[in-house]
Nanobody, 121 residues
């Protein structure tokens, strides 16, 4: 079993910054992609940023230039540095990872419990 534990959410004023962290633990042999999604009430979950094991990152257009995703493979942890936050960034953020727990190479999807980010105007 694999657990993803998120931290770092909270409340901030517009223009401020927050840093989210997500640590994976449990039966982990290898982690492929790690990413952050967000979901507003009544809307579909959307991809915010993704990073592969080599460090190649991709971002949603809405956060390019403001958010930076990074990871520490030695700690099985992914981070999301969020700068210049806007009220429309107010949603629940979820960590996701593709994890293999054996050398056979099959990867499974795991999700964190979600962390609330609130940006006041």
């Amino acid at each position: 079993q694999v657990q993803l534990v998120e931290s770092g959410g909270g409340m901030v004023q517009a223009g401020g910054s927050l840093r989210l962290s997500c640590a994976a633990s449990g039966r982990i042999f290898s982690i492929n992609v790690m990413d952050w999604y967000r979901q507003a009430p009544g809307k579909e979950r959307e991809l915010v940023a993704a990073i592969d094991r080599r460090g190649t990152a991709n971002y949603a257009d809405s956060v390019k230039g403001r958010f930076t995703i990074s990871r520490d493979n030695s700690k099985n942890t992914v981070y999301l540095q969020m700068n210049n936050l806007k009220p429309e960034d107010t949603v629940v953020y979820y960590c996701h990872a593709q994890v293999s727990n054996s050398a056979l190479g099959r990867f499974y999807d795991y999700w964190g419990q979600g962390t609330q980010v609130t940006v006041s105007s």
